[in-house]
């Protein structure tokens, strides 16, 4: 597994002034996605819904909107 590109602006670019300890959303080589984020798994595990299920390795993880809004237009249709 090996990342091949940020998708969306780096943290330096959404105005962290140490680009160190911000959420980050990179395309790995098998197509998949990696996202850096604040894990969150305690806080919102009993609230997914009926339908979501997460694995013992699995986390939750939250991104700011920015994030996500930066990366949309980078984000492969197929």
């Known amino acids: ?9 780096s943290p330096r670019e959404r105005g962290s002034m140490s680009g160190q ?7 790995l080589d098998d ?8 894990d969150a798994t305690e806080a919102l595990d009993k609230g997914l819904p ?3 299920g997460r694995a013992d390795y ?4 939250v991104v700011t909107r ?13």
Not at 1 to 9: C, F, P, S, V, Y
Not at 58 to 61: A, T, W
């Open 1 to 9: 597994m090996k990342i091949l590109r940020r998708i969306g602006a």
């Open 21 to 27: 300890t911000c959420p980050d959303i990179f395309e």
């Open 31 to 38: 197509g998949n996605f990696a996202v850096i984020g604040t």
């Open 50 to 52: 009926a339908d979501a």
């Open 58 to 61: 699995e986390r939750i993880v």
């Open 66 to 78: 920015e994030t996500l809004i930066r990366a949309k237009a980078e984000i492969p249709d197929a």
